[in-house]
């Protein structure tokens, strides 16, 4: 936890000695504290991520501190530390902000992962802040269509600037939702094309003779509904480039006409006898496996190595989760919207979720969310509502499966962890339906090797 900054108020240095050893074991950078005047001096000396504070301190007491904490640094996490548990106190303390509520005697090893996902707020709420900065500084970069910051997306952009530096036929390749549109759009852009048009056509969205029309044109009277001449988008994307998506779906006397224009550069709208040229440049994608198409005669092998010049693959949503967050922040950037706050629990349950539609689908849920949002900020539980996840593609919410005996200890707390995931990972809920103390399930969870994602508090 290198850089993690705690601080550490009480007036009794027996415990400030404990919890500072302790937690420095942990790598924490520990200051401690004797009172709140001391503690505010530390505070705008060095900068703390979390404090630990005593509610029963003489002078300023526990809640006043935090309060002025929180005014000189309003994304401080406070703990709040107390010998005599009230209800009145606790509320209080939650209103104010503070992370959570301890009453001693508590267990150090509770109190340790209390810590822990205290400064993992305070470390998403920092990112949380700077991502519209970010955004555009990402669009600087190569237009708004590109938002992420994970190496396998950044892999897929490097090589879609080599493909602008290449005036030659390219194939992207994902699946449904994933971004094939605005990866063809940004080698668009930063080719020499870019003052030229770009025209998206998708494959699949037209019968065979009306694709055909599309692609190639046609002269009035060349079949029925026919009225008047019709330029193809081979014409109109001469000099620029035609992006034809879903070319998996092109039908074989399509593939044919299609590789024709690729190889000569000459098309015959329908209707017409004349040959017409053509400069364009063709971007085609795919979510099927065309190597498998050709294999099983449903695509053209020559048309396949026609197209694949260049190739591209844009990884799936789910192998980019560290860009959803980015990706949030833009899609409410760009939205006219005035809500801008989002909970952490909320932003941790859109990274969890497997996204099966991919960008598009997480687009879908963040313009949902912004209509049905009530108050200032999106909650966890509006989130809840807009995404469901089958209990078996969560990732840790499989049932426990035994490869090799077990010992009870070990099967006890493969259990616990199962259940755990089948709550969502919310501790309170998962204690109650096991029927043991929050503390006794922290001690599991925190044995186990590999906790469950974003297990968390009710």
């Known amino acids: 936890m290198k850089d993690a900054r705690l601080l550490i108020v009480d007036d009794e240095p027996h415990y400030r000695q404990l919890l500072s050893e302790r937690l ?20 705008e000396t060095v900068g703390v991520d979390v404090a630990l504070i005593d509610i029963n301190m003489a002078g300023m007491d526990g809640l006043a501190l935090f309060e002025q904490l929180r005014q000189m640094d309003p994304g401080i996490e406070g703990i709040i530390l107390t010998g005599h548990a009230n209800v009145d106190t606790a509320i209080k303390a939650m209103k104010l902000g503070a992370f959570d509520y301890l009453s001693k005697p508590y267990k150090l090893s ?79 852009q930063w080719s020499h094309r870019a003052g030229n048009v770009f025209v998206p056509l998708n494959c699949g969205a037209l019968p065979d003779n009306l694709l055909e029309s599309e692609l190639f044109g046609h002269r009035r009277g060349a079949f029925t509904g026919a009225v008047g001449d019709k330029e193809g988008l ?35 709208p ?37 197209l694949n010049v260049f190739s591209i693959r844009v990884p799936p949503l789910c192998e980019r989760r560290s860009d959803i967050p980015l990706l949030v ?79 009870l200890d070990e099967m006890d707390r493969a259990y616990v962890r199962w259940v755990l995931a089948q709550c969502d990972g919310n501790i309170s809920t998962a204690a109650r339906k096991l029927k043991i103390s929050r503390s006794t399930l922290y001690r599991y969870v925190e ?11 009710s």
């Open 270 to 306: 329908l209707g017409q006898t004349a040959l017409r040229r053509t400069e364009t440049r063709v971007i085609a994608a795919t979510n099927r496996d065309l190597m498998a198409e050709v294999k099983a005669g449903r695509f053209r092998e020559d048309l396949y190595y026609r």
């Open 447 to 457: 044995d186990v090797a590999e906790p469950p994602p974003a297990a968390r508090q």
């Open 110 to 188: 509770e109190l340790e992962i209390v810590v822990d996902r205290a400064f993992e707020r305070r470390q998403l709420n920092h990112r949380c802040a700077g991502l519209v900065a970010q955004v555009e500084h990402l669009k600087g970069r190569g237009g708004d269509r590109l938002v992420g910051e994970s190496p396998v997306w950044l892999q897929a952009v490097n090589m879609a600037r080599k493909a602008a530096a290449q005036d030659v036929p390219v194939l992207v390749t994902g699946d449904s939702g994933s971004g094939k549109e605005g990866i063809a759009a940004a080698i668009h």
């Open 24 to 43: 420095s074991r942990r790598g924490w950078a520990t200051f401690t504290a004797a009172s709140g005047h001391e503690a505010l001096n530390i505070a």
């Open 329 to 407: 922040a833009h899609l409410m950037a760009r939205s006219k919207a005035e809500i801008r706050d989002i909970e952490p629990a909320a932003m941790a349950r859109l990274v969890e979720y497997s996204w099966p539609g991919n960008v598009r689908e997480l687009r879908n849920v963040v313009e949902r969310m912004l209509m049905l949002v009530e108050g200032p900020r999106i909650t966890e539980g509006l989130i809840a509502s807009l995404i469901s996840e089958p209990k078996d593609r969560m990732r840790g919410g499989r049932s426990p499966r035994f490869d090799h005996m077990m010992s």
């Open 234 to 268: 081979f014409q109109v994307a001469s000099s620029g480039t035609l992006f034809l998506d879903e070319i998996g779906e092109l039908q074989p006397a399509g593939q044919a006409k299609l590789l024709r224009v690729m190889e000569t550069g000459e098309f015959r």
